[in-house]
């Protein structure tokens, strides 16, 4: 037996051990896409509904922070921007949740056609006619369960990303007056303390 031999034999064994693992996965994926479909348009009626989860809890947090830090406004600019960063963070990961499907759902697909191709041709070989038909069928399914779940994906981040960028303009717009409302009461603080000094020195 040559070396090539061994090499290739090695290969159809660990793509043949493949074969299992790729197909479940097919199959989550097919399971997983629309339940992210289901949460999406959820999401879609509730904000058509005008109501918008994240933006809220954020400005709960944002209350917080300026009743927290009122006499301290370096330090209110600093940890609304922290929050700012966090909110971000936390919207880039949910987005995450679907962005993986875009690029696994294809990659799964064409591995199980190319894994059952192989079997099927192996079968061919063998003559067994009907391994190789069933093994081609699954070739076939697992194609379009991986390119359908991708380009479903796809569609779902496009609305996701859309509102994601909504969410982080009103939020930034949202922490911008919370700061600005901060300077302007200690703006006027200092405006009447120093018409009382005037007014003082004045009746002195």
Known sequence: MTLVHLIE?????????????????????????????GMTLFEGWQRYRRRFHEREMFELRLARLRDEFRNVPLRLEIEVERLLQSEELA??????????????????GLMGTLIPM????????EGNIPKMAGSMVT????????????VLAYLIALSRERWA????????HAAELAI?????????????????????????
């Open 91 to 108: 919207l880039s990961h949910r987005l995450d949740r679907v962005r993986f499907v875009i690029k696994l759902g294809p990659s799964l």
């Open 9 to 37: 034999q090695l290969l159809y064994e660990v793509s043949t051990a493949l074969y299992l693992p790729v197909i479940a996965g097919c199959a989550l994926l097919v399971t997983y896409t629309p339940v992210q479909l």
């Open 165 to 172: 960028r909504e969410d982080v303009r009103e939020m930034a």
């Open 180 to 204: 600005a409302g901060i300077e302007a009461e200690k703006h006027l603080a200092h405006h009447l303390q120093q018409e009382a000094d005037d007014a003082l020195a004045i009746a002195a």
């Open 139 to 150: 070739a076939f399914t697992a194609t379009v369960a991986g390119l359908g779940s991708g």
């Open 118 to 125: 192989g079997i099927s041709l192996a079968a061919l070989a």
